[in-house]
């Protein structure tokens, strides 16, 4: 199944200032991220055969369409499975069916779930031969944002190892243009998450105890418009390293483990 890309503007902190629809082709087609109402996007769900919709994460700059979309065609809403409340808190829709890894939804020839958290819990992917509709979880250029509180960086790093493994044709995100090598775009997103957590880890060891002081050092560049952002990433490695043992963090200052 071919997929259709529409970008939405929409408000975001994605350099683009955009997310990307995706509609596959076929029968009962799928509808991905409909982040808002566009004519464009309209017209492409009017001349389709939709029959499902469904999100990569609920994060607001992906589900702004969602009620629009599934009224106006009265296609099968999903959700992840356990996180129903939450789409429905997201989207202001209750979904008709739920998914978990491996779950086929029946569009086209078949459109397979692949879980993918980290940027979000929820986060999963759709796979279909021509590749992955991976909403947040990478972008061609720049880096994802992953963090606390619902970032995990754990589960970030193996999403990116997964795909990395499953090597897919291409991948198709949620911002910025599609991915054609996916293995070299997950192996750099990889090296730029793993050399900050190492830059995170350092800071720890020299001394560093605030969220604010680590960041400082981690970053060492102007954080202008994202400073919020990369505070939340701070926290999530430190998280993560708390929970590896390597550094002791009781959610105000972070110290070298024993």
């Given at each position: 199944?071919?997929?259709?890309?529409?970008d939405v503007p929409v408000a975001t902190r994605a350099p683009t200032g955009q997310t990307a629809a995706y509609l596959g082709a076929g029968p009962d087609a799928l509808l991905v991220d409909p982040a808002g109402r566009t004519d464009a996007l309209s017209d492409a769900v009017s001349d389709?055969?939709?029959?499902?919709?469904?999100v990569t994460?609920?994060?607001?700059?992906?589900?702004?369409?969602?009620?629009?979309y599934a009224r106006e065609t009265g296609a099968t809403v999903w959700a992840r499975r356990g996180r129903k409340a939450a789409f429905e808190a997201a989207t202001g829709v209750a979904p008709d069916r739920t998914f978990v890894?491996?779950?086929t939804i029946p569009a086209g020839d078949g459109v397979d779930v692949v879980d993918l958290?980290?940027?979000?819990?929820?986060?999963?992917?759709?796979?279909?031969r021509p590749g992955v509709v991976s909403g947040d979880v990478a972008v061609a250029e720049r880096?994802?944002?992953?963090?606390?509180?619902e970032g995990d960086v754990r589960a970030y790093l193996t999403s990116l190892r997964r795909l990395h493994a499953r090597n897919p044709a291409r991948l198709f995100p949620g911002h910025?243009?599609?991915i054609a090598d996916p293995r070299r775009a997950c192996a750099r997103l990889l090296r730029h998450r793993l050399d900050r957590e190492r830059r995170v880890r350092a800071a720890v060891e020299a001394g560093v105890t605030t969220v604010g002081d680590v960041l400082d050092?981690?970053?060492e560049k102007d954080l202008t418009g994202v400073r919020d952002l990369a505070r939340a990433t701070v926290v999530a490695h430190l998280e993560k390293l708390a929970v590896e043992g390597t550094v002791r963090w009781d959610g105000q200052r972070a110290r070298p483990a024993d």
């Open positions: 199944m071919t997929w259709t890309r529409l389709a055969s939709v029959g499902h919709v469904a994460h609920h994060h607001p700059d992906h589900v702004g369409g969602v009620a629009h890894e491996g779950t958290p980290g940027h979000a819990p929820e986060h999963v992917g759709f796979a279909t880096s994802v944002v992953v963090g606390a509180p910025g243009p599609t050092r981690a970053y």
